[in-house]
């Protein structure tokens, strides 16, 4: 398993320092969100491009995924009644995939809770459509996109592992995979997180890991206890990323950073 940082942790920092805090840290990558390369991130240009991967590979840095996908331009839509704000969605999710395989990236995340609301099954179905579409780009990219299934009343589609995996069969897609997030997964599913890990992996489906504490914080920032969840992922074999992914930052967010993986990787080595 191997340790990602969800850059907009620390998105005042240019890229290249970054790269930098992250590698002194011991992280061994980075997982990006478009938006903190502005409204246009998803298509940036290929000097763009080229100045990350230099600063990554200048660092020791791995680009492990994409997230966030549809933060910015605003308005955006899966699920939307106008088809050109829903056609502009899908192009950003395809441009996303197109950057993240371009960066040496293996996996996005799907979350965007406002960017897939629901209210009828019209809207369902049109963001399993784009699900289609964007998992065909995903296949031919050969990177994985994965589903995150999302906490109530944020997000109304989608809130759990079950649901996530049976959409996931449902399109049938071997590019399409579900991913858990401890944050969303503590608030939904059915059982402790850990349990779910054992549930959920022999599937075959769940391929990514983000860690949060159900007050928003970086794991080891709550009450959250994350040692079973770690002894979970090496008892059923996961071998992908772990990515940290907190929503508040305090103090700020280099010293969030090095607080996280100081208690991750102490659990890891513990766990080993």
Not at 207 to 224: E, F, I, S, T, Y
Request: aromatic residues 6%; glycine residues 8%; hydrophobic residues 45%.
């Amino acid at each position: 398993m191997k340790l990602s940082l969800c850059n907009e942790v620390v998105r005042e920092l240019p890229f290249e320092q970054q790269c930098a805090l992250a590698a002194d840290l011991g992280y061994q990558g980075l997982e990006l969100a478009p938006f903190t390369f502005g409204d246009d991130g998803w298509r940036m240009g290929a000097t763009a491009r080229a100045d990350i991967r230099r600063s990554c590979r200048e660092h020791g840095i791995e680009v492990s995924g994409l997230h966030w996908l549809l933060a910015a331009p605003a308005g955006l839509s899966i699920t939307s009644t106008d088809r050109a704000t829903w056609q502009k969605s899908v192009d950003v999710l395809r441009g996303c995939v197109e950057l993240c395989a371009e960066l040496g990236g293996t996996y996005l995340v799907h979350g965007s809770p406002a960017q897939r609301r629901v209210t009828t099954a019209d809207d369902a179905a049109r963001a399993e459509e784009a699900w289609l579409a964007v998992g065909e780009t995903a296949a031919e990219a050969r990177v994985l996109y994965c589903l995150e299934p999302l906490a109530r009343p944020d997000c109304n589609f989608v809130n759990t592992l079950a649901e996530a995996d049976a959409m996931v069969r449902k399109l049938g897609n071997p590019a399409l995979r579900i991913m858990l997030d401890t944050l969303a997964a503590s608030l939904m599913e059915p059982e402790p997180v850990a349990d779910a890990i054992h549930r959920w992996m022999p599937g075959g489906l769940l391929a990514h890991v983000q860690l949060n504490d159900r007050n928003k914080r970086g794991p080891g920032q709550g009450d959250d206890r994350f040692a079973p969840v770690v002894k979970a992922l090496r008892e059923t074999g996961y071998r992908g990323w772990i990515a940290m992914e907190p929503f508040v930052y305090e103090p700020d967010g280099p010293t969030c950073a090095a607080r996280m993986i100081g208690y991750v990787a102490g659990l890891l080595e513990s766990a080993a």
